[in-house]
């Protein structure tokens, strides 16, 4: 699945990282 639409996938990776960091500093404090 991941290999029919590797730029979404990529996407998706970015998209979940940064939402980890967001939430990661959200928490933080």
Request: aromatic share 6%; no cysteine; glycine share 4%.
């Amino acid at each position: 699945m991941k290999n029919m639409d590797p730029l979404n996938d990529n996407v998706a990776t970015l998209l979940h990282q940064s939402s980890d960091k967001f939430v990661g500093e959200l928490w933080k404090d």
